[in-house]
């Protein structure tokens, strides 16, 4: 059974700094691509960052700078360094694997709240 559980989200003020976590079960970490999406309030879920296996990485523009995405396949887990936030990137942040098209999982996501 594939689980992702992300963890870190908090409030925080403009120019600081979160970092998410995401353990992953139940899939073959080393092997897959991992991701982060945000979907704030009435927007569409959109990505933030993706990570291949061999750690080559895509950021969404208006991350660009800011956010760093990592992973350890030993501990199979992925991580979102999160930098300068800004309040647009209140969100909720969810962990993606997708596997197949009919294979996609989310995590429970983690609330990220930045105050101005």
């Known amino acids: 059974q594939v689980q992702l559980v992300e963890s870190g989200g908090g409030l925080v003020q403009a120019g600081g700094s979160l970092r998410l976590s995401c353990a992953a079960s139940g899939i073959f970490f080393s092997i897959v691509d991992m991701g982060w999406y945000r979907q704030a309030p009435g927007k569409q879920r959109e990505l933030v960052a993706g990570?291949?296996?061999?750690?080559?990485?895509n950021y969404a523009d208006s991350v660009k700078g800011r956010f760093t995405i990592s992973r350890d396949n030993a501990r199979k887990m992925v991580y979102l360094q999160m930098d300068n936030l800004k309040p647009e990137d209140t969100a909720v942040y969810y962990c993606n694997v997708r596997l197949s098209l009919e294979r996609n999982y989310w995590g429970q996501g983690t609330q990220v709240t930045v105050s101005s």
């Open positions: 990570i291949t296996p061999g750690s080559s990485r």
